[in-house]
């Protein structure tokens, strides 16, 4: 069997093997500090989507369970208050911010700081968090750090979140303002 060309391509009238995985080089970016090839914006999303959903799982189980307990609370109850000001409406958002960041920082910090740098979702589509300089695991503080700075970002009205998400289609090592900050970058291990 006819072996590639230093720089890849195969001898004239020879192509790769019958079933062969073929991938374009020129799809791929590559780290200029790392020399790795760094996760598209594209997986980071489906990959955020995922643990999304895994969490919002998680969440919905304990709403629902504490919404049992408080109208059987309330059931037997003779009176009830039917007017809620805006004031305990924003306590009761931010109570609620508050109570789901702690899982949220404990799932994103064990896993992204681990020797993998991998949650369910970035295991899924081959990615993984690295520190920015050495390529190494960033640890469970930095990736609480930097899930914190997500959370930050969400609770400003969305706006700079979105502006969070969206800074890895511009950005030279594709990074998101969280991993500015945490000093990490997203590699991919499957390019």
Request: hydrophobic fraction near 50%; avoid cysteine.
């Amino acid at each position: 069997m006819p072996v590639p060309a230093a720089s890849g391509a195969y001898p004239p009238g020879y192509g790769p093997p019958p079933g062969a995985h073929v991938t374009s080089s020129a799809d791929v970016t590559y780290d200029a500090v790392l020399n790795l090839p760094l996760a598209p914006w594209w997986k980071r999303l489906l990959a955020m989507l995922l643990d999304g959903a895994i969490l919002s799982a998680g969440y919905f189980v304990v709403l629902a369970m504490v919404g049992v307990i408080v109208s059987a609370s309330h059931s037997g109850s003779t009176t009830t208050s039917q007017q809620s000001g805006s004031g305990q409406v924003l306590a009761g958002f931010i109570i609620l911010w508050v109570v789901a960041t702690i899982p949220n920082s404990l799932y994103f910090g064990l896993m992204n700081g681990s020797r993998r740098g991998q949650t369910v979702g970035k295991m899924a589509l081959g990615i993984a968090v690295r520190d920015a300089r050495t390529g190494q695991a960033i640890g469970f503080w930095r990736a609480v750090g930097r899930t914190l700075m997500t959370g930050v970002f969400e609770l400003l009205l969305y706006v700079p979140f979105i502006v969070d998400s969206l800074a890895p289609l511009w950005d030279r090592r594709l990074q998101a303002w969280h991993d500015k900050v945490a000093r990490s970058i997203v590699i991919d291990l499957k390019p």
